[in-house]
């Protein structure tokens, strides 16, 4: 099984700040990773695909970059609507599909 | 607009059976893969199964594999999880969730349902 690993799985900072949260495979996946935002309560909401395509509707202030064994999702200046928890997920194996284990990104 | 919609949680004994519904609508059903994704309480989400859009590609879980089951109903625009067997470990929130296919490379996760929550507890 291919495993994920997010870092940090916390992190705190301001309004306008400058965000990355990387996410690590434990064996190349190429650009099959995707990104989502979830905030509590609610379903996630998939913000990045193919590690770096931006999906319909979704900031701009959203970018994601990497390939094979290290991604990184960045938020160039973060927004009050931002603070939630953000997961990453690897589609190069058929099965199992993981999920890293998530970062909350709170208000500093 | 797209719509998944899940029902069929609740509280149920440890080693009882409880079958989800998704009830989808706003896209093709038929033309999309379908899967389910649970969340315990205060963790991260993981993978449960995923079923191809005609049905004959069926995967799941090692956690869950051998006690659920996924089907789907394309006539009704609907996805099933048959669980049974349950222990207290699979108490989640239960999302369904859209994607494209694996050969296309397009198994990421574009349309949730709001979920519906399983307890399993004596």
């Known amino acids: 099984d291919i495993q994920m690993t997010q870092s940090p799985s916390t992190l705190s900072a301001s309004v306008g700040d400058r965000v990355t949260i990387t996410c690590r495979a434990s064996?190349?996946?190429?650009?099959?990773l995707a990104w989502y935002q979830q905030k509590p309560g609610k379903a996630p909401k998939l913000l990045i695909y193919k590690a770096s395509s931006l999906e319909s509707g979704v900031p701009s202030r959203f970018s994601g970059s990497g390939s094979g064994t290290e991604f990184t999702l960045t938020i160039s200046s973060l927004q009050p609507d931002d603070f939630a928890t953000y997961y990453c997920?690897?589609?190069?194996?058929?099965?199992?599909?993981?999920f890293g284990g998530g970062t909350k990104v709170e208000i500093k | 607009q797209v719509q998944l919609v899940e029902s069929g949680g609740g509280l149920v004994k440890p080693g009882g059976s409880l079958r989800l519904s998704c009830a989808a609508s706003g896209f093709t059903f038929s033309d999309y893969y379908m899967s389910w994704i649970r969340q315990a309480p205060g963790k991260g989400l993981e993978w449960v199964s995923y079923?191809?859009?005609?049905?004959?590609?069926?995967y799941y879980a090692d956690s869950v594999k051998g006690r659920f089951t996924i089907s789907r109903d394309n006539a009704k625009n609907s996805l099933y999880l048959q669980m049974n067997s349950l222990r207290a470990e699979d108490t989640a929130v239960y999302y369904c969730?859209?994607?494209?296919?694996?050969?296309?490379?397009?198994?990421?996760?574009?349309?949730w349902g709001q979920g519906t929550l399983v307890t399993v507890s004596s």
């Open positions: 064996q190349s996946i190429s650009s099959w």
């Open positions: 997920q690897q589609y190069n194996s058929y099965s199992p599909i993981t």
């Open positions: 969730a859209s994607s494209g296919s694996y050969y296309d490379r397009l198994l990421y996760f574009d349309y």
């Open positions: 079923i191809s859009s005609s049905g004959s590609t069926i």
